[in-house]
Antibody
Framework: QVQLVESGGGVVQPGRSLRLSCAAS????????MHWVRQAPGKGLEWVAV????????FYADSVKGRFTVSRDNSKNTLYLQMNSLRAEDTAVYFC???????????????WGQGTLVTVSS | DIQMTQSPSSLSASVGDRVTITCRAS??????VNWYQQKAGEAPELLIY???SLQRGVPSRFSGSGSGTDFTLTISSLQPEDLATYYC?????????FGGGTKVELK
C-alpha cells in the first residue's frame, strides 16, 4: 500500500541545521509532486514547501524561504527537507504528503505520513 | 499570498446534528479547495477535493460546496467518530495555504 515515513526529527539548537527525510513506497514516486506541511504544538497546519516530480519546480512558504530547501532523490524514492538557520518558531511536527499531480498547478494532498517532530531549543 | 479564513474556530454539536463549516478565500480561487480531517494525534486525511468531490472511502454524510471565494463543508448527521479538527486548503496559487481549522466537539 502507499506509505510515507518521515525521519530525521529531533532537538536542535537555534541557528543550527537539520535534514528531514520522507521514504515513499507503494507507488511510482517519480511521477508525483511532494509537499512538506508542518504543525506547531497545539496549532493548525502550515504548508511549507513543494517539489514537482523531477525537482524542476520548487515553491516555499514565505516563513521558510531562503532557509529551507526541498529536494528529492527519485532513485531512492525519498523526499528531503534541509532546514538551516533554525528558529524556535520552526518547532513543529513535519509531515510529508503526496500531491495527485506531477507538477504545478497542484491538486490535493493524499496520503500523508505520520510526521516527525522537530524541536528547536537551546 | 491567498489567505483562507475559516469559521467557526470551534463548535459543539450533538450526535445527529447537521454541522456546517465555512471557509472564505481572500480572492477568487475557482474551486481549488480541499478539506481535511485531523483526529487527535494523527496525520490529516483528505475528505473533499476540488470543492465538491468526495474522496474514496469517506462517508457520504460529508459534502462540500462553493466556488469563487466562499466554500462550505457539511456533515449531514454528526457521528461520534467525526470528533476532529477540520481544515480547508487552497491550491490555486504556487504557494498553498490552509485555513485556521475548526475543532468539532460533542455536546
Amino acid at each position: 500500500q502507499v506509505q510515507l515515513v518521515e525521519s530525521g526529527g529531533g532537538v536542535v539548537q537555534p541557528g543550527r541545521s537539520l535534514r528531514l527525510s520522507c521514504a515513499a513506497s507503494g507507488f511510482t514516486f517519480s511521477s508525483y509532486s511532494m509537499h512538506w506541511v508542518r504543525q506547531a504544538p497545539g496549532k493548525g497546519l502550515e504548508w511549507v514547501a513543494v517539489t514537482s516530480y523531477d525537482g524542476g519546480n520548487k515553491f516555499y512558504a514565505d516563513s521558510v524561504k531562503g532557509r529551507f530547501t526541498v529536494s528529492r532523490d527519485n532513485s531512492k524514492n525519498t523526499l528531503y527537507l534541509q532546514m538551516n538557520s533554525l528558529r524556535a518558531e520552526d518547532t513543529a511536527v513535519y509531515f510529508c504528503a503526496r500531491d495527485q499531480t506531477d507538477n504545478y498547478p497542484f491538486n490535493w494532498l493524499d496520503p500523508w505520513g505520520q510526521g516527525t517532530l522537530v524541536t528547536v531549543s537551546s | 499570498d491567498i489567505q483562507m479564513t475559516q469559521s467557526p474556530s470551534s463548535l459543539s454539536a450533538s450526535v445527529g446534528d447537521r454541522v456546517t463549516i465555512t471557509c472564505r478565500a481572500s480572492q477568487n480561487i475557482n474551486t481549488f479547495v480541499n478539506w481535511y480531517q485531523q483526529k487527535a494525534g494523527e496525520a490529516p486525511e483528505l475528505l473533499i477535493y476540488v470543492a465538491t468531490s468526495l474522496q474514496r472511502g469517506v462517508p457520504s454524510r460529508f459534502s462540500g460546496s462553493g466556488s469563487g471565494t466562499d466554500f462550505t463543508l457539511t456533515i449531514s448527521s454528526l457521528q461520534p467518530e467525526d470528533l476532529a479538527t477540520y481544515y480547508c486548503q487552497q491550491t490555486y496559487g504556487e504557494t498553498l495555504t490552509f485555513g485556521g481549522g475548526t475543532k468539532v466537539e460533542l455536546k
